[in-house]
């Protein structure tokens, strides 16, 4: 593991690994969105890290590794329990503070700035989805 006060930059899939372990073991237990881990989706963390390493491996090291519809799997998340702007204004801190912890750089940085699209885009998807359902 990194120390603070020498971080590196994620450059490879195994830093990623390590930064989506590294969240869930803070998000999991989280008074805010642990729910949605643990009652919602009843998460299986040992199937899923690979899937969402995919993801952000894509997302950052631009590698196509990644297939599915993460949009699709939060509104259906969202079908089960609302899925609320707080809950992905947690998630925002939770992540960026997990990369804070363990490292720093250029592609750290992209890391915080593409979850925060992603998280503007999913709380929008829903509440656009909420609109439509109420109209």
């Known amino acids: ?5 020498i971080r590196s930059d994620i450059t490879n899939r195994q830093d990623i690994e390590m930064l989506v372990r590294r969240f869930y073991e803070q998000a999991i237990p989280d008074p805010i969105i642990g729910k949605f881990f643990t009652q ?8 899923h890290l690979p899937k969402i390493a995919n993801f952000w491996e ?3 090291l631009q590698h196509p590794v990644y297939s599915g519809s993460p949009m699709h799997v939060h509104l259906l998340l969202n079908s089960k329990e609302p899925m609320l702007p707080e809950h992905f204004e947690r998630w925002l801190v939770l992540w960026s503070d997990t ?3 363990l490292f720093a750089g250029e592609k750290a940085e992209m890391a915080k700035a593409r979850a925060q699209m992603v998280a503007k885009s999913f709380s929008l998807g829903i509440a ?3 609109r439509q359902n109420n109209a």
């Open 1 to 5: 593991m990194n120390s603070p006060a």
């Open 99 to 101: 990369i804070d912890q």
């Open 40 to 47: 919602v989706a009843h998460l299986d963390l040992e199937t």
């Open 128 to 130: 656009s989805l909420a």
């Open 58 to 60: 894509q997302m950052l």
